[in-house]
């Protein structure tokens, strides 16, 4: 199986048997029969469960489909986040983290160094992190970065953290398996939120960490059994279940991000606009090389005049939820700096692309536009 749509549709699924379902329904279970000796691969609801089992095999394939990966489901991306960090870094270690990633990166951050770890941080852009790098235990890169959109060269920051004898770990989230293998550009660990595109439906939280490493796998699942967070049976059943149609979202998607990216290009209050799959944007040269061929992600920042403007458009839009996630079927947009944690103008927005036709999204944003535009004329 070559072809990422039949990769996600086949992905973890057990052989098949007569006149059982293709997928196995959600294993409800805190305890499960265990005679003699305490071995065996299911024996405690905190230890494993299968439906995790079927999960994180599917997650797995898609990670490294040409070379064997472990994978370890949690009931969050952030617990994944955390896991990694934690189970690797010990009191007078360094990390370097990216300043312009995640918003909840330097809460991370605080409690790293309560800890006695020191934390360097460096923009993602033009690789700037590798000026931080000398003599660290872990390197975090996220590329894409969220919400700025930047890319870093994931193969030449990976090669120059082993040979300082630093481990790499890449965050995944917006880029996807289908988009970018961080595992085969030589990072030790893909770590993603699941909760966003890799499910895509809005309705599960769920996060998880993929290694070729098998001792790396083991410190990072016994980090998820000591502090229990555990991803609930259904909630991986829910996100098995989506990973059937994976490919066709990250296609329309894809598509549909690069098609309003275009569009937004051509207006003169829209400054900022970042997109890699744009060939002006900064990253698209990069982005090229590492990410998949036309899976550039699916999501669009673009600033707009002030914030007044910004709740403006937001609300003139139809077909974008005024939401604080991205990767779902449905459109959704915000205007970022309400969160106050990333450093971005106060009119800076966030759109993520769902799966409706792009010549209807876009007709959409451009009209939402329109209407802010009249409205700013009007004082």
């Given at each position: 199986?070559?072809?990422?749509?039949?990769?996600?549709?086949?992905?973890?699924?057990?052989?098949?048997?007569?006149f059982?379902?293709?997928?196995?329904?959600?294993?409800?279970?805190?305890?499960?029969?265990?005679?003699?000796?305490?071995?065996?691969p299911?024996?405690?609801?905190?230890?494993?469960?299968?439906?995790?089992?079927?999960?994180?095999?599917?997650?797995?394939?898609?990670?490294?489909?040409?070379?064997?990966?472990?994978t370890?489901?949690?009931?969050?991306?952030?617990?994944?986040?955390?896991?990694?960090?934690?189970?690797?870094?010990?009191?007078?270690?360094?990390?370097?983290?990216?300043?312009?990633?995640?918003?909840?990166l330097?809460?991370?951050?605080?409690?790293?160094?309560?800890?006695?770890?020191?934390?360097?941080?460096?923009?993602?852009?033009?690789d700037?992190?590798?000026?931080?790098?000398?003599?660290?235990?872990?390197?975090w890169?996220?590329?894409?970065?969220?919400p700025?959109?930047?890319?870093?060269?994931?193969?030449?920051?990976?090669?120059?953290?082993?040979?300082?004898?630093?481990?790499v770990a890449?965050?995944?989230?917006?880029?996807?398996?289908?988009g970018?293998?961080?595992?085969?550009?030589?990072?030790?660990?893909?770590?993603?939120?699941?909760?966003?595109?890799?499910?895509?439906?809005?309705?599960?939280?769920?996060?998880?960490?993929?290694?070729?490493?098998?001792?790396?796998?083991?410190?990072?699942?016994?980090?998820?059994?000591?502090?229990?967070a555990?991803?609930?049976?259904?909630?991986?059943?829910?996100?098995?279940?989506?990973?059937?149609?994976?490919?066709?979202?990250?296609?329309?998607?894809?598509?549909?991000?690069?098609?309003?990216?275009?569009?937004?290009?051509?207006?003169?209050?829209?400054?900022?606009?970042?997109?890699?799959?744009?060939?002006?944007?900064?990253?698209?040269?990069?982005?090229?090389?590492?990410?998949?061929?036309?899976?550039?992600?699916?999501?669009?920042?673009?600033?707009?005049?002030?914030?007044?403007?910004?709740e403006?458009?937001?609300s003139?839009?139809?077909?974008?939820d005024?939401?604080?996630?991205?990767?779902?079927?449905r459109?959704?947009?915000?205007?970022?700096?309400?969160?106050g944690?990333?450093?971005?103008?106060?009119?800076?927005?966030?759109?993520?692309?769902?799966?409706?036709?792009?010549?209807?999204?876009v007709?959409?944003?451009?009209?939402?536009?329109?209407?802010?535009?009249?409205?700013?004329?009007?004082?």
């Open positions: 199986m070559t072809g990422d749509g039949t990769r996600v549709v086949r992905a973890g699924l057990p052989e098949p048997e007569a059982e379902p293709a997928l196995p329904g959600p294993v409800f279970a805190a305890h499960f029969h265990l005679p003699g000796d305490a071995v065996g299911y024996m405690y609801g905190r230890d494993a469960n299968p439906t995790w089992t079927r999960l994180e095999k599917a997650i797995g394939e898609l990670e490294s489909p040409d070379g064997s990966a472990h370890v489901a949690f009931a969050s991306g952030m617990a994944a986040i955390s896991a990694v960090l934690f189970s690797q870094l010990r009191s007078g270690d360094a990390v370097v983290l990216p300043s312009d990633g995640y918003q909840l330097p809460a991370v951050r605080t409690r790293l160094e309560s800890y006695g770890i020191e934390v360097r941080t460096a923009p993602t852009a033009q700037a992190q590798l000026d931080v790098l000398d003599g660290a235990r872990l390197l890169i996220e590329t894409p970065s969220n700025g959109l930047d890319v870093c060269d994931i193969r030449r920051l990976a090669d120059a953290a082993h040979r300082q004898g630093a481990l890449v965050d995944n989230t917006l880029a996807t398996p289908l970018q293998r961080p595992l085969d550009l030589g990072a030790d660990f893909s770590v993603a939120s699941g909760t966003k595109a890799l499910t895509g439906h809005g309705d599960v939280l769920l996060g998880y960490a993929s290694t070729r490493d098998a001792a790396l796998a083991e410190s990072v699942r016994l980090w998820r059994k000591t502090v229990g555990i991803p609930g049976p259904m909630e991986s059943w829910l996100a098995h279940r989506s990973l059937a149609t994976l490919a066709l979202r990250v296609r329309q998607q894809s598509a549909g991000a690069l098609a309003l990216a275009t569009a937004l290009a051509d207006r003169p209050e829209v400054t900022g606009l970042r997109h890699p799959g744009l060939a002006s944007d900064p990253s698209h040269r990069l982005a090229t090389q590492q990410m998949r061929p036309g899976r550039f992600g699916s999501v669009v920042s673009f600033v707009l005049p002030d914030k007044a403007y910004a403006r458009f937001l003139a839009l139809t077909l974008v005024d939401a604080t996630s991205f990767g779902g079927v459109s959704s947009a915000e205007r970022r700096a309400r969160w944690g990333d450093a971005v103008p106060e009119g800076f927005i966030r759109l993520s692309v769902g799966v409706e036709e792009p010549e209807d999204l007709m959409d944003v451009l009209h939402a536009l329109d209407v802010a535009a009249r409205a700013a004329a009007q004082g």
